[in-house]
């Protein structure tokens, strides 16, 4: 089992952080989607040198790939749900 | 700005909705099962919104949490069939993916053929756009590990894939003619 605590998992906890800050150093909703994930990190490092013609036409497939995904609509599933989750929930400090 | 963090929070994770959506069918492959997984992480991000570090990728972190949940159901079911009929069994949890396959296009079936840790460091790297540092936060590895990882999956589809083939074939299907489909691709299917 790799650290599923680091980030992702979670126990409890005391107190209520804000996530404020975060939109200033991501500001998510203004950027292209990709954009979205790059912020952290060194820029440029996370995409080596293009090797050759075909680790190019690589690179570019699996964007394609990925990209198609990404230009979907968001299914109006998760938005409902968002949404019920707004109402049954209002703030539980 | 907002005078609702938790208003705020939602906004943010509404906004990485595209890219979770692509992360988890590049690890699920089954585009209904990816959302069902994107649903998952959502729920799990707004119970534990307090686990939030401010300062941190959002997209990251959700991305972490729908990882996970994947890995987890996945042992979670392989262990159900390893109780119940063994080897058998172990095989029905993989084959529901190479069923949904067949829509795919010849890249995509390369890529679904990787082995899953190297499949998921590729699309984190070279789809999400993620450094390689951030990568290997979200899969709770080293950055050489992920380095490695995404090399050999690299390697593999370089080594399955021949770009002129598959554009041949596509444009032989364009010009009507016999199309010389990739056979490379469905060789490794199997």
């Not at chain 1, 005391?14 to 909703?29: E, I, S, T």
């Not at chain 2, 990568?135 to 690299?154: D, F, L, P």
Request: net charge negative.
């Amino acid at each position: 089992m790799d650290k599923p605590d680091k980030r992702g998992r979670m126990h409890q906890s005391a107190n209520k952080k804000q996530a404020q800050g975060v939109p200033d150093r991501y500001p998510l909703k203004d950027r292209p989607a990709r954009e979205i994930a790059t912020p952290v990190g060194q820029p440029g490092q996370h995409s080596p040198e293009p090797a050759d013609e075909k680790e190019e036409w690589i690179r570019r497939q699996l964007r394609a790939v990925y990209d198609e995904t990404l230009s979907e609509p968001i299914p109006k599933r998760f938005l409902e749900l968002l949404d019920k989750i707004d109402k049954t929930d209002p703030e539980s400090k | 700005m907002t005078d609702n963090p938790d208003a705020d929070f939602r906004d943010q994770i509404v906004a990485c909705l595209p890219n979770l959506r692509a992360f988890a069918r590049s690890i699920a492959i089954d585009a209904a099962r990816a959302d069902d997984l994107v649903q998952d992480t959502i729920l799990k991000a707004l119970c534990n919104s307090d686990k939030f570090q401010p300062g941190t990728n959002v997209v990251a972190w959700l991305f972490t949490i729908l990882r996970n949940h994947y890995y987890t159901e996945l042992r979670n079911r392989r262990r159900e069939v390893e109780d119940g009929d063994g080897a058998h069994a172990a095989r029905l949890v993989t084959l529901p993916r190479q069923i949904s396959n067949l829509e795919m296009g010849d890249f995509q079936k390369a890529l679904a053929a990787l082995p899953d840790e190297q499949r998921e460091a590729l699309v984190l790297v070279g789809g999400s756009g993620f450094s390689y540092e951030d990568a290997a936060e979200i899969c709770g590895c080293a950055v050489g590990t992920i380095k490695s990882r995404v090399n050999r999956a690299r390697a593999r589809l370089s080594e399955v894939l021949d770009p002129d083939a598959v554009a041949a074939a596509a444009k032989a299907e364009d010009a009507d003619e016999p199309c010389p489909k990739a056979v490379t691709v469905t060789s490794i299917a199997s």
